[in-house]
């Protein structure tokens, strides 16, 4: 039974195994699991360090609100509203004009009392913000300039109302590096 521990080296010396930190195997997966438990918990606190949270605050409350949002929804499409928004391709801290055309059920532009952009940064809510679009000399025309400090993704939500009606339309935009 004692034998089955021991090995022989190459020198023809026999190696006794029967303590696990004496076997190289032994040594190698520790140093091998040490490594794999560092680097995961560098990847952690790096996570948790970096990570700004989350973009709603209260987002329990407004989950609770599915209801209304449904509600909201349908008397959206009630409406029959339509808006053609005319982004460009967004670059990075370059002010671009962003223009949007309300129509009616019929499809005929019409004025709003507000239009107003609202951009949210899904990684960062630092970075969130609103723009009220100003009315143009056309009918159910707004516009307004918008200069966004990063390249990556955004989200755009655009919200007109007229009176207690309130339509909004949701979009994702690539903001381009100010190097392409």
Do not use: C
């Not at 209304?68 to 370059?94: N, V």
């Not at 005929?108 to 679009?133: E, F, H």
């Not at 300039?145 to 309130?166: A, C, H």
Request: proline content about 3%; charged content about 25%.
């Amino acid at each position: 039974m004692a034998e089955s521990k021991q090995a022989l080296s190459k020198d023809g010396k026999q190696k006794d195994w029967s303590v696990a930190w004496k076997n190289p195997f032994v040594v190698g997966w520790f140093v091998i699991l040490v490594i794999v438990v560092s680097v995961n918990f560098f990847m952690v606190s790096m996570a948790i360090v970096t990570f700004p949270g989350l973009t709603i605050s209260d987002y329990y409350e407004k989950g609770q609100d599915m209801g209304q949002i449904i509600a909201r929804r349908k008397k959206m499409e009630a409406l029959g509203w339509d808006m053609d928004i005319s982004i460009p391709i967004l670059t990075q801290g370059k002010s671009q004009q962003i223009v949007v055309t309300v129509h009616d059920k019929s499809g005929k532009a019409m004025d709003v009392d507000t239009a107003i952009l609202y951009y949210y940064r899904p990684s960062d809510k630092n970075y969130d913000g609103q723009l009220k679009l100003e009315h143009s000399s056309k009918t159910g025309v707004y516009q307004g300039t918008i200069n966004l400090p990063l390249k990556g993704k955004y989200d755009f939500v655009m919200e007109v109302t007229k009176g207690k009606d309130v339509f909004n339309l949701g979009r994702s935009v690539m903001v381009q590096d100010k190097g392409q």
